[in-house]
């Protein structure tokens, strides 16, 4: 695969550059209107004095019945389109509806045809009375300047705006380029401000955050598949070795296989499970009322070989004998670890069940935990953390919990403690 070098253009040199473009198309408009408005101001004043001699000369030839003489030095009267001036003859004959003419030598002539008199035409050959069309030149050298000076402020004006509207976008780019999603930032949104660059980096804040939660339901995932499908694998391991190694009676054998059963559905439930938290998503399985007590035995002998030659009791409370509002998988899948955490970790003494108030309590005599793994267990998840020893089976039952609204407690001293609250999760009796 070719990787092709991919070449960025600076976002506050493409504001300097449109605005100085914007600032030299505005200029050469704004020039033109301004030259349009000059000359149309000229042929205004020009036009305004043939009217007002051409006035003059209707009156006069309507009082005496004879043309009166044109006052103005620069208009002459012509009766017929043959004596017009050779600047305009030609052209007018040509163009019978046009007013203004160019001759020779930079003439300029204004022709206007009066009112109810046919072949009769005032010319004015305003050549001297111009004023725009004389500094020209320098009009538009003025304007050309101008422009170059606008140009040079408008530079400045949008180098000052570019870095200002872009300092906070390159400071976001510099906070992402090529750094790993679980480098970034936790919190980077509110320094930014409460515009579109701040939606885009609250936006990328949310979306970097679901990406480093997703990898680190990945990392425990892969931790928890092997920590938890240990159990029936053993199980069904040594339920073969047994079933191979000697010869079984038909009864002893229908054990084996419901054992080989169990442990197959404990991984699937256990699977589920895991996938429910590895995706952080509801599950599709409805909650329904449980038998807690079934589950509590089935863990129990599940996960009886770790007690083997170990002189500690197991005592279930009758409280247990009750229902939870809950899903079954995930409910084994709790009890599964905190027994089995219960059982490696106590080598004298007893393991205790018991349901009160809504909480399911399981008390050992083991060593206990180790306060800063009790305090991660309680408190809420952090981005990166595990627990090891006894904390590592709580890694799950506290992701678990908090997946579903349940509340865990831990109190270990001489011993351990853990009451798992399950809220609204519990029927009335």
Sequence with gaps: ????????????????????????????????????????????????????????????????????????AYMTLYFSKSKLPDDVRQQFIEEPNRKEFYGAQER????????????VYLVAEVSEKLL???????????????????????????????????RPLKQLADLVDGVAPEHIPDSFAHQFPHNEIGILARTLENSMQQINQALEREKCF????????????????????????????????????????????????????????????????????????????????????????????????????????????MLKVLLDNLLSNAFQYTDLGEVKVSYVDDQLIIEDTGPGIEPYISARVTEPAVKGSQSTGYGFGLSIVKRLCEHQNWLLTVVSDKGTTI???FADASLAK
């Design 1 to 72: 695969m070719n990787n092709k070098t991919i070449n960025f253009h600076s976002l506050s040199r493409r504001i300097v550059a449109q605005f100085c473009i914007f600032t030299l198309v505005m200029s050469a408009i704004y020039g033109l209107f301004c030259f349009m408005l000059l000359y149309n101001l000229e042929d205004n004043f020009i036009e305004r004095e043939i009217l007002q001699e051409a006035s003059y000369l209707t009156s006069g030839y309507q009082q005496t019945a004879q043309w009166p003489e044109v006052r103005n």
């Design 108 to 119: 300029h002539y204004h022709l206007y045809t009066l009112p109810e008199h046919q072949n």
């Design 132 to 166: 725009v069309r004389p500094i020209r030149d320098g009009v538009l050298k003025f304007l050309l300047i101008s422009g170059v000076m606008l140009t040079l402020v408008a530079f400045v004006i949008a180098w000052m705006l570019g870095r200002k509207t872009a």
């Design 222 to 329: 892969t931790r928890d598949v092997s920590h938890e499908l240990r159990t029936p694998l053993a199980i069904i391991k040594n339920a073969l070795e047994v079933y191979q190694g000697t010869s079984v009676a038909k009864e002893d054998a229908k054990n084996i296989v419901g054992r080989i059963a169990d442990a197959s559905m404990q991984m699937e439930q256990t699977v589920t499970t895991l996938l429910i938290l590895a995706r952080e998503e509801q599950t599709s399985i409805k909650k329904a009322s449980v038998k807690l007590l079934p589950l509590i035995e089935q863990s129990i002998i599940d996960h009886s070989h770790i007690l083997a030659g170990k002189p500690v009791e197991v005592v279930v409370n009758d409280n247990c004998d009750t229902q939870v509002f809950a899903q079954q998988g």
């Design 419 to 421: 009451s798992v609250s």
